[in-house]
């Protein structure tokens, strides 16, 4: 954003449409804003595929709450809003570590008081006295907070399209690690759906689902493929 700007306008044609005092008017505007959109999308559509693809190295995943959101986190990046990223890629690590902290005996207090603990002593405490994390899964999260913190305190000159990448790329292995189908066998008789579906507002072409066998034969004879 240019430093010398005082004043920032929303987009005109929103309230045009919304204020518009005829159908007419309305379905004019709508059309403009339909052809806005369009070209905003196609004009970046290679980028935001290149960003999507670079970020994506695993395939499968428990259907876990950190993985669903990690994909919306994803989907941001994806397209541009590489702050928003950052921020949600940190709110998932605090996600991952409540979660495991509702499973374990702990010293902290109901889950609104362990909300308001500094993030820092609940994921040493984890580390310390569970086995539920690795040590490079707290290096990973914690480095996440890291450049969350600087965004949130900046204490020295920020890139986030860089820094938004960095994170949803340690993430991704943070996931993997915790919630990731490492074994194509663990995939026998399971259902599979795009983790996308999630999102039927957004990505409403995404509804593959299926049902894996463990031979030809038996998907032969069990078609469920969406």
């Not at 935001?48 to 709450?65: P, Q």
């Not at 989907?75 to 928003?84: C, N, P, S, V, W």
Request: aromatic residues 12%; hydrophobic residues 35%.
């Amino acid at each position: 954003m240019k430093e010398d700007v005082s004043v920032l306008s929303e987009y005109e044609k929103i309230l045009q449409i919304k204020n518009a005092p005829s159908k007419k008017l309305h379905d004019m505007y709508l059309q403009s804003i339909r052809k806005d959109l369009s070209c905003e999308y196609l004009d970046n559509l290679d980028k935001k595929i290149e960003r999507w693809v670079n970020i994506t190295n695993y395939t499968y995943f428990e259907s876990k709450k950190p993985v669903v959101y990690y994909i919306e986190a994803k989907m941001l990046y994806r397209d541009g809003f590489f702050e928003a990223a950052i921020s949600m890629a940190r709110s998932i690590c605090e996600m991952i570590c409540y979660d495991i902290l509702n499973e374990i005996t702990h010293p902290f207090g109901s889950h609104d008081n362990i909300e308001k603990q500094n993030f820092r002593p609940l994921i040493k405490f984890i580390y310390d006295q569970s086995n539920l994390l690795s040590k490079k899964v707290v290096d990973y999260i914690n480095l996440i907070y890291d450049i969350e913190n600087n965004y949130v305190h900046p204490k020295s000159k920020q890139n986030p399209k860089k820094d938004s990448r960095k994170c949803l790329l340690i993430l991704g292995n943070v996931i993997f690690e915790l919630y990731g189908i490492k074994n194509i066998e663990n995939l026998i008789g399971k259902w599979i759906q795009i983790a996308y579906a999630n999102f039927p507002d957004i990505c409403d072409c995404y509804h593959l689902g299926m049902e894996v066998y463990e031979t030809p034969e038996e998907a032969i004879k069990n078609p469920t493929i969406l």
